[in-house]
């Protein structure tokens, strides 16, 4: 059996080894970050269905819990660990002929370090742990995002990084006050140590916690570093912060609020907070003309769609919520590199700059417009299965509150459809009719947007390849008692 | 009074972590923002390390004249604050590097005359 | 105004964190963590300095993470001066004294013996490998200071990071081939209290400090040099 440390180990080593294969060679670094994250994909893959029946517990350095750093690989790590292995997988194909600027051997370190970074965050079972891994993730985060160096790059990167460090200090303040009363640093064995947060000396780190961690998720109302980090990025950077590096801020705020302070209680504000970050995002997503902008607003109102969804803490809504997730990362991403290479042609992010575009480059925008479909939510696609379940789970509760919610989360879906129509039309049907060159963008670039297109038509068509994931992981949310006892023994 | 001899360490921490945020708010110069972020951090760190102390402890290192751990401080945050520091080594050195690049572009490091993104 | 808003919101965090801290008396631990240590470290890992042994051993995980967040600042330092157009100006560099041109040449060799010392002994004594990594630093703080227009070689110090961090992997990865998992630790104890004790402690403790003094140099070199 392989062992899931290596799921961080290995592109960690990669990320310290690339110096040395470039003293080698210049050309085969930009390889290293392909070779570690579809090593890391093939072993997710083949940990998904063991972790589906029984989590793997793994303990560092060889003591027991909670006495040692703990990994936990549950059926969420692994399907996010899948998820990350996958995305960064298609997107490091897709940086080996995107990245030719800059110091091209630290963009690969970078992201390497990423990716460590957001995989060691999804499976540990250390409250400190975490933090020490969400600390590689912002920074490496923060660097990528004035990677280019312009003044847009740099602005972003400052706010970025003061907002970001600021939410770190609040997480450490968090961990200490819990570590003073409870004397532990492993989240299972808190998490069976809190039995209420009506507490204040429990409230506070929760607080505290959500704040800081809620920075990088992007919750309102601390995404205000979100749009200019998303916008001034490189593409390629920017598909992997929007499709990965905020779902996993959002992964430990559900963590920490379900897992370790199983606080039902402060659900119904988090339900709110998603329904406002979503109309908030929809809305300002509608008056951008700069077509990332547009995108990183976008990506705001999905991660409140997501924690709306998550926030039902039912069965069904948190499968639904994971299932939003994986529908939101797959077509963000895929709308990031597809809009990457026209902006690389045009020279320009605003919306008119793309007119015409349906004949200039047919297959990317094919790409482009299948991604913007599914994440409005049509079908065949996959966002329509996923918009569809978190609806019904919103409903099935049978509750005033939520029905109201519900018409809320339609009406922003409708904002959502009426703004990416317009980009659509600017694609084809608008600009002038002369003949340009087709000048389509390379095949590394073509094949992973192909291969994101294949899989938001295939799990669109048949849902039930994910769905079936999806109740183990919502079970092991839900279920604190399960996963205390899994962890302590 | 023995309020005070109580709580001495927690008011000094939560003092500097006040002063830190107070500065990050309200400065305009980017450089000063910064050393209100360490500021900020340091109250933290200081937290930290209070949590950890029993009155009259020593140092949990063994020596050959110290072989027993009854007097021993809690070890655990000394490693926490230890990666702390790290950490906030690592943020500061980038974020002066960011500062000398936004220096280099705009020729201030006033806040709120950048506002090329919209705050 | 802004100020006015600070300091009510600074208001309120006081009181919610004033209220939350009166639960937490100080100067009394008996934290379930630390005791464990306290008590059984000495015999599970063989160092006499218990905060060693839980930062290399029991969260040497953490410690690994630690590494790899100060690799990516000092590697984000570089991406973040790497794309700027590098101006070749010669510079007129003056010289220092004599007199302490000399007495940092003398200091430089000592600042480094000490910097080793208290990365190898960290096992035993108050230091290791992030403390003694930044004393080396310090000391081509130095010669920056003083012997100016020297620079640390750009491609050993590429080298030493590495190998540092590979070395930490790999003795992790030795661990959980032959041992009980990840960062196990391997090898025999030895005897309390000297040098060549607590297994794989001071190996790790050397590696990180080659790495972080390389690091710390490097991140050095690039802000002199970028702010000149």
């Given amino acids: 059996m392989v062992n899931p440390v290596l799921l961080i180990v290995v592109p960690l080593a990669l990320a310290f080894a690339v110096p040395l294969f470039g003293l080698i060679s210049k050309k085969i670094v930009k390889f290293l970050p392909v070779v570690a994250l579809l090593f890391n994909l093939i072993v997710s893959v083949m940990l998904l269905p063991k972790v589906m029946e029984q989590p793997i517990h793994v303990f560092i350095g060889g003591f027991s819990p909670p006495f040692c750093i703990n990994l936990v690989a549950g059926p969420i790590g692994i399907l996010f660990s899948v998820l990350i292995a996958l995305v960064g997988l298609l997107v490091s194909v897709y940086a080996l002929g995107y990245i030719k600027e800059g110091a091209i051997e630290k963009y690969h370190i970078l992201y390497l370090l990423l990716i460590t970074g957001a995989t060691g965050v999804v499976l540990t079972g250390d409250i400190f742990n975490l933090f020490v891994f969400f600390e590689i993730l912002c920074i490496s985060s923060y660097s990528l995002v004035a990677y280019l160096g312009n003044k847009a790059g740099i602005e972003s990167a400052v706010k970025y990084l003061l907002q970001g460090a600021l939410g770190s200090s609040l997480i450490l303040l968090g961990i200490g006050l819990l570590y003073a009363k409870y004397g532990t640093l492993n989240m299972a064995d808190l998490a069976g140590n809190i039995h209420s947060i009506k507490s204040f000396s429990n409230f506070l780190p929760l607080v505290l916690l959500v704040t800081g961690l809620g920075v990088e998720a992007a919750i309102f109302p601390l995404n205000a570093w979100l749009p200019d980090a998303h916008s001034s990025a490189p593409s390629s950077i920017s598909a992997i912060l929007s499709g990965i590096a905020i779902e996993v801020g959002l992964y430990a705020v559900v963590r920490v609020v379900f897992t370790i302070f199983g606080a039902s209680s402060f659900l119904v504000f988090l339900l709110f907070l998603g329904v406002l970050t979503l109309l908030i995002g929809e809305m300002s997503a509608f008056s951008q003309n700069n077509i990332k902008r547009m995108f990183a607003y976008s990506s705001i109102g999905q991660i409140g769609l997501i924690l709306f969804a998550l926030s039902i803490a039912t069965p069904d809504g948190v499968s639904a919520g994971f299932f939003q997730l994986i529908s939101h990362t797959l077509a963000k991403a895929l709308l990031f590199l597809a809009v990457g290479y026209m902006i690389y042609r045009t020279g320009s992010m605003d919306i008119s700059s793309l007119e015409g575009m349906g004949k200039k480059m047919p297959y990317t925008s094919l790409a482009f417009t299948i991604g913007v479909l599914s994440l409005v939510g049509m079908p065949p696609f996959i966002g329509f299965p996923s918009k569809l379940m978190i609806i019904r789970a919103a409903l099935l509760k049978q509750e005033t509150l939520f029905t109201v919610l519900v018409v809320l989360v339609l009406i922003a879906t409708v904002i959502e459809g009426a703004y990416f129509f317009r980009v659509i039309q600017a694609i084809y049907f608008r600009g002038e009719k002369s003949e340009k060159k087709r000048e389509g963008a390379p095949l590394s670039a073509l094949i992973p947007l192909f291969i994101f297109v294949g899989l938001i038509v295939v799990i669109g068509v048949y849902p039930k390849l994910v769905t079936n994931f999806l109740d183990s992981t919502a079970s092991e949310l839900l279920n604190r008692l399960d996963y205390i006892k899994g962890v302590i023994g | 009074m023995n309020f005070l001899s109580q709580y001495i360490y927690y008011i000094g921490a939560f003092g500097l972590f006040f002063i830190g945020l107070y500065i990050m708010l309200t400065k305009k110069n980017l450089i000063k923002v910064i050393i209100g972020l360490d500021i900020l951090d340091t109250g933290v760190f200081l937290f930290l390390i209070a949590i950890g102390y029993t009155s009259g402890g020593t140092a949990p290192i063994f020596s050959k004249s110290v072989t027993e751990t009854g007097k021993m401080v809690d070890p655990v945050p000394q490693a926490l604050v230890l990666t702390g520091i790290v950490i906030g080594v690592s943020v500061l050195a980038l974020a002066l590097a960011l500062a000398i690049r936004l220096y280099g572009h705009y020729g201030t490091l006033n806040l709120r005359k950048i506002k090329e993104q919209r705050w | ?228």
Avoid: W
Wanted: aromatic share 10%; with cysteine.
């Fill in chain 3, 1 to 228: 105004m802004r100020r006015i808003i600070a300091i009510a919101l600074l208001a309120i965090i006081v009181m919610g964190i004033s209220l939350a801290v009166r639960e937490i008396p100080f100067g009394k631990t008996d934290t379930k963590v630390g005791e464990y240590y306290l008590n059984e470290g000495r015999e599970e890992t063989g160092a006499a300095n218990i905060v060693t042994s839980v930062v290399v051993n029991y969260r040497g995980f953490d410690t690994l993470g630690e590494i790899a967040v100060l690799f990516t600042a000092a590697i984000g330092l570089g991406a973040v001066f790497g794309s700027r157009k590098k101006r070749k100006v010669a510079e007129e560099v003056e010289k220092s004294s004599l007199i302490v041109y000399t007495g940092c040449r003398f200091l430089f060799p000592v600042i480094l013996l000490v910097g080793a010392y208290i990365f190898i002994y960290g096992h035993l004594t108050p230091g290791g490998g992030f403390q003694g990594g930044a004393v080396v630093a310090s000391a081509f703080l130095l010669m920056y200071l003083t012997c100016r227009g020297k620079r640390v070689r750009d491609k050993s110090n590429k080298v030493v990071e590495s190998l540092g961090g590979l070395i930490f992997v790999g003795m992790g990865l030795v661990g959980l081939v032959i041992g009980k998992g990840f960062l196990f630790n391997f090898l025999p104890k030895g005897e309390f209290l000297t040098l060549f004790s607590a297994g794989i402690i001071p190996i790790i403790y050397i590696a990180i400090g080659f790495k972080v003094g390389a690091e710390l140099a490097g991140v050095l070199d690039n802000l002199i040099e970028e702010s000149k």
